[in-house]
């Protein structure tokens, strides 16, 4: 076992992607069950390849770029045995020149803080990702404020999926997943009581992106990626805050794979979103200061 140790030259680098999944591992086994995967392929319209891990190393290695990478651990809602954030935090430590990994731990399981302790201590995970709908639980339920007090003094962040979601989407009641669970709004107790607890807004927050435009102007220690949308679709407000008010706590993310860097960068391109003088913060900066990589 390697304990992950970050080897990456910012300098060699043009951008930080803080939202890449690991879809699939060495042996061939998904994330989702079958039926959740076919669904969220057929919603973001893509049959793209999903590679391993070695493979989006590389991927990102060709584009001078460096990538956050996760899985999601949905035991307890799904009934699907999770891709290892074990082997995906080894993965990384092989590849600790453009890859950083978070670990993703089912909070429903009883033990969820102790194998939130072993992922820090034995593999140096640096963050946790969290997916409300996915997972099946309300984050500003007390009952998990002891795994957020973990990461706080761990010092590193917590990434929640909010908003939207293309899992389950199409599917007979959603597959029984509820979108109300991933309302940015629900963040702000947490945000509250854990002043120190870097916490990372993913996506643009359809329908709810004055929620988190709210939670991220009020608590300093949260952030929004503009992970899982192309850039010419999103909304003004959160354009107009990201070049200016928000500048310093915005961070580029992709969603790949079923978003890929290249297409993220060519329609913000188009659309004329930021403004040159923030883009390098969005690109990198932020991310490097978040991740503690300066």
Do not use: C
């Not at 089912?106 to 946790?128: I, S, Y």
């Not at 702000?188 to 929620?211: G, K, N, T």
């Amino acid at each position: 076992m390697t304990r992950y140790e970050s080897a990456i030259d910012l300098s060699r680098i043009e951008a930080i992607d803080t939202h890449v999944h690991i879809e699939v591992d060495a042996h061939g086994h998904s994330s989702l069950p079958d039926d959740l995967a076919e669904a969220a392929s057929r919603y973001f319209r893509t049959d793209g390849p999903r590679p391993d891990l070695d493979g989006i190393a590389e991927y990102y290695r060709e584009r001078r770029m460096a990538a956050v990478v996760f899985t999601v651990d949905a035991t307890t809602n799904l009934g699907q045995a999770p891709i290892s954030s074990a082997d995906i935090a080894e993965g990384a430590a092989r590849n600790n020149d453009v890859l950083i990994p978070y670990g993703s731990v089912d909070p429903l399981r009883a033990d969820a803080a102790d194998e939130m302790r072993r992922l820090l201590d034995e593999h140096g995970v640096r963050g946790f990702k969290f997916h409300p709908t996915v997972q099946g639980f309300s984050p500003d339920d007390e009952r998990f404020f002891p795994l957020y007090e973990l990461i706080e003094q761990a010092g590193v962040p917590a990434l929640f999926h909010t908003g939207q979601t293309g899992i389950g989407a199409g599917m007979p009641g959603g597959r029984g997943l509820r979108l109300a669970l991933s309302n940015p709004m629900l963040l702000d107790a947490v945000a509250a009581r854990f002043p120190s607890l870097q916490i990372v807004m993913a996506h643009p927050s359809v329908p709810w992106q004055d929620e988190a435009l709210s939670v991220a102007t009020h608590k300093h220690s949260t952030w929004i990626d503009l992970s899982g949308w192309s850039p010419k679709y999103f909304p003004a407000e959160l354009v107009r805050y990201a070049n200016t008010i928000l500048k310093d706590r915005i961070l580029f993310g992709s969603d790949f794979p079923l978003l890929t860097p290249e297409r993220w960068i060519r329609d913000a391109e188009a659309a004329g979103s930021f403004r040159p003088e923030v883009l390098p913060g969005i690109m990198k900066d932020n991310a490097a200061r978040l991740l503690g990589l300066t």
